[in-house]
């Protein structure tokens, strides 16, 4: 009968319209799970950007810290050279001050020093030369004894 084959027909259709429903769920269920891990990943990911961006502004200022210690290691290394230089030029100064001193110091000796040779030579010279004439003061006295 027709009423029986529509029955049949009508419980199919309810059948697979409760398959289609439970699918149907279980779609919802899955593409809500599928969200929460999509919206989870996107947290994760808006995260990781986050402390990323966090850490390239961090080290951007580490570098300009870096940058401008550089600058200022270079001004006091080129004030320590330029001391260094003048401490080499007053160096090198006062050694040839020095020099020039003890060169003039030591003419001055030798000068003295040949001077009072040059003396005391006369005076050696002019001692013998006395002492032989008291020898001879002192031969003619014995002689002109010796004739008395």
């Keep these: 009968s027709i009423e029986d084959e529509l029955r049949k027909k009508l419980q199919s259709v309810q059948c697979e319209r409760k398959e289609l429903e439970h699918e149907l769920v279980a779609a919802k269920g899955k593409t809500e799970r599928a969200g929460e891990e999509l919206c989870n990943e996107k947290q994760t990911f808006a995260s990781a950007l986050e402390s990323k961006e966090n850490s390239i502004r961090e080290m951007k200022k580490q570098i300009e810290e870096l940058k401008k210690n550089k600058i200022e290691a270079q001004t006091q290394l080129d004030a320590v050279f330029n001391k260094v230089a003048n401490l080499r030029q007053g ?18 000796l030798q000068k003295e ?36």
Excluded: G, P, Q
């Design 113 to 148: 020093f040949y001077k009072e040779k040059n003396d005391l030579t006369s005076t050696v010279t002019s001692k013998e030369n006395a002492i032989r004439e008291l020898k001879n003061l002192v031969d003619k006295l014995e002689d002109s004894k010796t004739e008395t």
């Design 91 to 108: 160096f090198e100064k006062e050694t040839d001050d020095l020099r020039r001193c003890c060169t003039t110091e030591k003419e001055d």
